[in-house]
């Protein structure tokens, strides 16, 4: 059986000595046509299949403590119908990239997920970022019963998001 292994103890972005990534405390959200959303099967080293989505709803509340930010993001399309909600952010190496945790919700039931984020450009009340997630597609099927796709084979799938929050 694989497990997936996520950090435990994971840094707040906002901790004394480490430079901000985010924008100030508030709720942002993504302009409708500002998000890209792509869902890609791979089998071994091949993409097998390619899927652009339309997220319903994309959210980042960054709070005024020093606790971590929250992304929110729903989709609502026929290949994936779902939340991600990812609510713990961990600085990971340079000043530009963050590793966020957290579930993916398919008809009820959570899958742990683990995204890289990396900021293209941050402001003040706005920030540009693209993420990507690798999901084990066997692990995926068998805890929420999705299928990507019924003929053709996948070993994991790779969630692409990008967005301009503002």
């Known amino acids: 059986m694989t497990t997936v292994t996520l950090p435990r103890d994971p840094t707040p972005p906002g901790a004394p000595g480490t430079p901000r990534r985010l924008p100030l405390p508030g709720h942002y959200t993504v302009a409708p046509g500002r998000s890209l959303v792509e869902l ?9 299949r390619r899927r652009r989505l339309t997220p319903a709803e994309a959210t980042l509340t960054v709070p005024d403590a020093d606790a971590h930010p929250t992304f929110r993001f729903e989709f609502d399309d026929r290949h994936l119908k779902g939340v991600l909600t990812l609510d713990h952010a961990h600085a990971h190496g340079d000043v530009g990239t963050l590793q966020l945790t957290g579930d993916l919700g398919i008809d009820g039931t959570d899958f ?13 009340d706005r920030l540009l970022f693209v993420g990507a997630a690798r ?9 929420t019963g999705y299928r990507f796709g019924r003929l053709r084979p996948a070993t994991r799938l790779r969630l692409l998001i990008a967005g301009e929050l503002s």
Do not use: H, I, K, N
């Open 40 to 48: 890609t099967a791979w089998y071994g080293p091949l993409p097998v």
């Open 112 to 124: 742990p997920v683990l995204l890289r984020l990396r900021v293209v450009d941050r402001a003040d």
């Open 135 to 143: 999901l084990p597609y066997r692990l995926l099927r068998r805890a």
